[in-house]
Nanobody, 117 residues
Framework: QVQLVESGGGLVQPGGSLRLSCSAS????????IGWHRQAPGKERELVAV???????NYADFVKGRFTISRDNAKTTVYLQMNSLKPEDTAVYYC???????????WGQGTQVTVSS
């Protein structure tokens, strides 16, 4: 069993910053990737950023230069530093994780980010 718990969402003004955290616990012995997706009302869930086991990262074009994904030394907590937030960044942000030798993707419960003045 894998559990993912997100935190750090909230209400922020345009141009502000937030830092999301996702802690993974349970059977997380061989993480293949860990990252963030988001889903805005009426829209499909979309990739925001992902970090692979070797440390390489991928970002959606719409967050490049504004968001940074990182992880702790134990590699079981991943962070998403979000700067220069825009109203269109408003969404529920979900952490997800994949294990080596498994096609199953684990998801957290999501954390709401609202960017509004």
């Amino acid at each position: 069993q894998v559990q993912l718990v997100e935190s750090g969402g909230g209400l922020v003004q345009p141009g502000g910053s937030l830092r999301l955290s996702c802690s993974a616990s349970g059977s997380v012995f061989s993480i293949n990737f860990i990252g963030w997706h988001r889903q805005a009302p009426g829209k499909e869930r979309e990739l925001v950023a992902v970090m692979h086991s070797g440390g390489s990262t991928n970002y959606a074009d719409f967050v490049k230069g504004r968001f940074t994904i990182s992880r702790d030394n134990a590699k079981t907590t991943v962070y998403l530093q979000m700067n220069s937030l825009k109203p269109e960044d408003t969404a529920v942000y979900y952490c997800n994780l994949g294990l080596i030798h498994s096609d199953y993707v684990h998801w957290g419960q999501g954390t709401q980010v609202t960017v509004s003045s």
